[in-house]
T-cell receptor
Framework: EPEVTQTPSHQVTQMGQEVILRCVPISNHLYFYWYRQILGQKVEFLVSFYNNEISEKSEIFDDQFSVERPDGSNFTLKIRSTKLEDSAMYFC?????????????FGPGTRLTVT | GNSVTQMEGPVTLSEEAFLTINCTYTATGYPSLFWYVQYPGEGLQLLLKATKADDKGSNKGFEATYRKETTSFHLEKGSVQVSDSAVYFCALSSPYGNNRLAFGKGNQVVVIP
């Protein structure tokens, strides 16, 4: 069964460094998402992406964040200058479309630790 | 805005016990409601869903009923197994075109043999 994959599973970085989290969505899906979960808190929506552009972003997704689909298979989340409070589990998801009630398929997550 | 509240704390119970995880929501209009499950080392998987009031979602022995009058979507299973040990997330999506999911905090369920 097709699945969403994410790399790395765990990333440790120093404050102020740039990180890129990678996701490979399911191949025929058209909509892509990033969510994050800070330890002990809720899973929060960050951004959705369709047709090579952001379709919606939350208030969390500020200028430090960017997303890209560089090659038609990968979907990346970049954090330009990491802060301690960016430490969280980051989940990628994809769905075949957004009409009606469509399931989002999630990856296993990348745990980002900023020191 | 839309939000989901789950009961606090992990849930530990014995095999074959009855499981209930409470979920209430706040939303405008009529959202769709979901339960996602995360097994160790894996991604979030859709367990069940309900799209309108009084709908009952069911899968793998789990059930949840969309209760508009109490804005609730409690998850139940009559007889849990050790393999049901996982984290369970309640979520909703807005009926107004965007597809973002709003999640609860999740509940760790541990089933002891």
């Amino acid at each position: 069964e097709p699945e969403v994959t994410q790399t790395p599973s765990h990333q440790v970085t120093q404050m102020g460094q740039e990180v890129i989290l990678r996701c490979v969505p399911i191949s025929n899906h058209l909509y892509f998402y990033w969510y994050r979960q800070i330890l002990g808190q809720k899973v929060e929506f960050l951004v959705s992406f369709y047709n090579n552009e952001i379709s919606e972003k939350s208030e969390i997704f500020d200028d430090q964040f960017s997303v890209e689909r560089p090659d038609g298979s990968n979907f990346t989340l970049k954090i330009r200058s990491t802060k301690l409070e960016d430490s969280a589990m980051y989940f990628c998801a994809s769905s075949p479309n957004s009409g009606g009630i469509i399931e989002q398929y999630f990856g296993p997550g990348t745990r980002l630790t900023v020191t | 805005g839309n939000s989901v509240t789950q009961m606090e704390g992990p849930v530990t119970l014995s095999e074959e016990a009855f499981l209930t995880i409470n979920c209430t929501y706040t939303a405008t209009g009529y959202p769709s409601l979901f339960w996602y499950v995360q097994y160790p080392g894996e991604g979030l998987q859709l367990l069940l869903k309900a799209t309108k009031a009084d709908d009952k979602g069911s899968n793998k022995g789990f059930e949840a009923t969309y209760r508009k009058e109490t804005t609730s979507f409690h998850l139940e299973k009559g007889s849990v197994q050790v393999s049901d040990s996982a984290v369970y997330f309640c979520a909703l999506s807005s009926p107004y075109g965007n597809n973002r999911l709003a999640f609860g905090k999740g509940n760790q369920v541990v089933v002891i043999p």
